[in-house]
């Protein structure tokens, strides 16, 4: 039963590698054609996207100030939120939550369609900054999870004994609440970073071909076919996914974010 199991595991672990396999080696293709094996196998695809080909960096560019910009407005939104949640549960707190998870439910091109007309009447249409709230606003509700289970971790003994010290609400939050809390609301701020970095449908619309992400620059550049450099930009996804996973494995409570519940054995 073990065996089968481990040859079930590397199994499947072969058919996830193929593919991405696949597209690292298309990536060195000296040619404007995507083949496999590659022909003339060269980095020259990659000096194109991060450094010499301007249409890939400024896209890469908007990609990482989108990306980051959205992460950090999330995690200022969502904070509040969750510890309203946390400290009161009003009635309040419940409706914003589910106000801020919302827009994580709802079908991306609806929610991208009501964006488009949303910023078209508020002059925000293809702007970089409208779009950074959009993602921020799409995607809040990671940073709403992940606080809040932080918060939901930390011992109520802790704020009675800074209460009994005679710590004041400020100083108890400073000093307690949110020491406790960071790994969570860095956490948030990396998912929010790499489904930012990697989402399509909404930023489609709400840019308005103003300007490009990489994603929307994979879309206008399969008008000519399928490039190496396309190739390129998926392993920058890849790459991208791998180290913010890692570091939340590295630095968050990957277990209780999973849904572990540490007291149970």
Known sequence: MRIGSMIYMWLSALVLAMPI?????????????????PREPTLARFKEFFISEPIWTEALMN????????ASLAVLMAWPIAYMLWSSGSKLSKILAGLGSMPFAVPP???????GFF??????????WAGIISHAVLLMALPIVTISIGLQ???????NAAATMGATDQVAFR???????????????FFVLVLSFNEFIVIFFVSASSYATVTLQIFNSLRNGYTPTMAVAA??????????FAAVARWGDLPRLMGADPTRK
């Open 153 to 159: 971790s930390i011992d109520r003994s802790h704020l």
């Open 63 to 70: 990609s990482i100030i989108v990306a980051f910009g959205a």
């Open 109 to 115: 091109i609806v929610f991208g369609v009501g964006l």
């Open 175 to 189: 000093t307690v609440v949110l020491p406790q809390t960071i790994p969570y609301s860095i956490s948030g701020f």
């Open 21 to 37: 396999f696949v597209v690292c080696a298309a990536a060195l293709n000296s040619g404007r054609s995507m083949f496999f094996p």
């Open 235 to 244: 392993i920058t996804f890849l790459s991208v996914s791998i180290i913010v």
């Open 119 to 128: 910023w078209a009447f508020t002059g925000g249409l293809g702007e970089m």
